[in-house]
């Protein structure tokens, strides 16, 4: 079930976009499932089961965190995660650089937008955003790489409004590019099971899905 419902989505989406699988709250078990069908990119988005699960599972996974870091928990996944999604302040930033530069490897990045018409979301403000991207200190961050946006929309049955703020994601992404100099800033995360095809008609090239995966 679990691979034929990955074929199926990465048919559907097709080879522009990446299919990151949400893995949390699933069983070792599961996400071998979906391993062993040949898919290599996860997504947790707490510290501590990602940690397990990173220890329990093959290393050539590529892990993504897609939910809020607090600082002092950066150099528990620093040693191996591939991209932190939920990037939303300088501060943690600096900090995702000191812990990669230990080791002299490359962190990806990206810069979590607040969309929402929710309290309850975490991200930058666009205004937050542009002047992260003018931050001085910015500059000397070399184990860093910011290489797109993440958003979440509000979580709503109304489609039209889903549909405006993954257009704002887009559309703000195409300023950022055309603003700053930021190569390989390609990336835009946006869209998860319910919404993931709206998400990609407006611009996204990179979805998060897990219910649909693991029904
Ligand atoms: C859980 C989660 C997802 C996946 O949601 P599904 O509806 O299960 O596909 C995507 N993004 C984030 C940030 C999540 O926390």
Same mark, same amino acid.
């Given at each position: 079930?679990?691979?034929?419902?990955i074929n199926h989505i990465k048919q559907e989406v097709g080879h522009n976009v990446k299919l990151v699988v949400?893995?949390?709250?699933?069983?070792?078990?599961?996400?071998?499932?979906?391993?062993?069908?040949?898919h290599r990119l996860?997504?947790?988005?707490?510290?501590?089961?990602?940690?397990?699960?990173?220890?329990?599972?093959?290393?050539?996974?590529e892990?993504h965190?897609?939910?809020? #870091?607090? =600082?002092?928990?950066?150099?528990? @996944?620093?040693?191996?995660?591939?991209t932190?999604q939920?990037? %939303?302040? /300088?501060?943690?930033?600096?900090?995702?650089?000191?812990?990669?530069?230990?080791?002299?490897?490359?962190?990806e990045?990206l810069?979590?937008?607040?969309?929402?018409?929710?309290?309850?979301?975490?991200?930058?403000?666009?205004?937050?955003?542009?002047?992260?991207?003018?931050?001085?200190? #910015?500059? =000397?961050?070399?184990?860093?790489? @910011?290489t797109g946006l993440m958003g979440?929309?509000?979580?709503? %049955?109304? /489609?039209?409004?889903?549909?405006?703020?993954f257009k704002?994601l887009k559309?703000?992404f195409d300023?950022?590019k055309?603003?700053?100099?930021?190569?390989g800033f390609e990336t835009i995360s946006m869209g998860m099971?319910?919404d993931y095809n709206l998400a990609i008609a407006c611009g996204s090239n990179l979805i998060r899905v897990?219910?649909?995966?693991?029904?």
């Amino acid at each position: 079930m679990i691979a034929e419902n990955i074929n199926h989505i990465k048919q559907e989406v097709g080879h522009n976009v990446k299919l990151v699988v949400v893995s949390k709250f699933r069983t070792i078990s599961e996400i071998q499932a979906a391993y062993d069908a040949g898919h290599r990119l996860f997504a947790e988005n707490k510290v501590q089961p990602l940690l397990e699960r990173y220890e329990a599972l093959p290393k050539d996974i590529e892990w993504h965190l897609i939910g809020h #870091l607090q =600082t002092n928990k950066v150099k528990y @996944i620093a040693p191996f995660i591939h991209t932190i999604q939920s990037v %939303d302040s /300088l501060k943690l930033l600096m900090e995702i650089n000191k812990q990669a530069a230990k080791d002299g490897h490359i962190i990806e990045c990206l810069l979590q937008i607040y969309i929402a018409q929710e309290d309850t979301k975490f991200g930058l403000s666009k205004e937050e955003c542009i002047g992260l991207l003018n931050a001085e200190e #910015l500059k =000397t961050l070399n184990n860093i790489k @910011i290489t797109g946006l993440m958003g979440m929309a509000t979580f709503t %049955d109304d /489609l039209q409004q889903v549909e405006r703020e993954f257009k704002s994601l887009k559309s703000f992404f195409d300023e950022l590019k055309a603003q700053f100099n930021l190569p390989g800033f390609e990336t835009i995360s946006m869209g998860m099971s319910n919404d993931y095809n709206l998400a990609i008609a407006c611009g996204s090239n990179l979805i998060r899905v897990g219910t649909k995966v693991f029904q």
